[in-house]
């Protein structure tokens, strides 16, 4: 039990947490995207400055909103990954470039998975993704050749590893998978209308929701730890 200062008893579990808004430390990050999207930098003429606005809203997230060291790893490398797609579609653009880009976002998905753990497991979450994932690679398959045919099966694997824990992370990561299946379904398969938006707007979404999944966990232990 514990007393309050006027000799009130009150029990560990009457202590409620804190209510806590991380919406004004997501302000920069909104107006990062904003500012993605209202410039709308050609592709065809790729630049570091493009390669900055693009990267800034995961900055944002990462400098603002005091994620889990392993999440902040994450974002950097994911923030490197987006980098390496501003030119891996030049027709200059050669293998280790594409394979670089697919090594950086899948060391995003291994450390957001040893970040959340799997505890609590959620097998019926686990199974569904699993299932996803599964069906999403099976209609890849007869486009890959060469090392993407199994590199992007390693890469599915790891972005399914940490779906099986926290709902907002587990939202976010279908909305990583739409954003990457738009780009592998645009590369290899055929156009997809409107692949830029879809692939951004559910690429920043995903983001914005696993470092607030994040941030709030490492807050839900540290208040148990304080209780």
């Known amino acids: 039990e514990r007393r309050c200062k006027k000799g ?8 409620q947490r804190p209510p806590v808004s ?6 920069p ?31 944002c997230l990462w400098w603002h909103t005091g994620v889990p060291v392993r999440i902040l790893a994450g974002l950097i490398f994911s923030a490197v990954g987006d980098a390496f797609l501003i030119w891996q579609d030049l027709p200059a653009a050669t293998l280790p470039m594409a394979l670089d880009c697919l090594l950086m976002f899948a060391i995003t998905h291994i450390l957001y998975s040893s970040a959340f753990g799997m505890k609590p497991l959620d097998l019926k979450a686990g199974f569904l993704m699993g299932l996803v994932c599964s069906s999403c690679y099976a209609f890849l398959y007869s486009y890959l050749s060469g090392p993407f045919t199994y590199l992007v099966a390693v890469y599915i694997l790891c972005n399914d590893l940490w779906t099986w824990t926290k709902l907002s992370a587990c939202i976010g990561a279908m909305l990583f998978m739409v954003s990457d299946l738009t780009i592998a379904v645009n590369k290899f398969c055929f156009p997809v209308p409107y692949s830029r938006v879809i692939i951004m707007a559910t690429y920043y979404a995903a983001q914005m929701l696993i470092a607030l999944s994040a941030v709030e966990s490492r807050d839900e232990e540290d208040f148990k730890k304080r209780s």
């Open 22 to 27: 991380e919406g004004p430390k997501l302000v």
């Open 8 to 15: 009130v008893s009150l029990s560990t579990r009457q202590v």
């Open 29 to 59: 990050f909104f107006k990062a995207t904003c500012v993605y999207f209202v410039l709308w930098l050609p592709t065809s003429s790729p630049s570091w400055f493009s390669a900055l606005i693009k990267c800034l809203p995961i900055f």
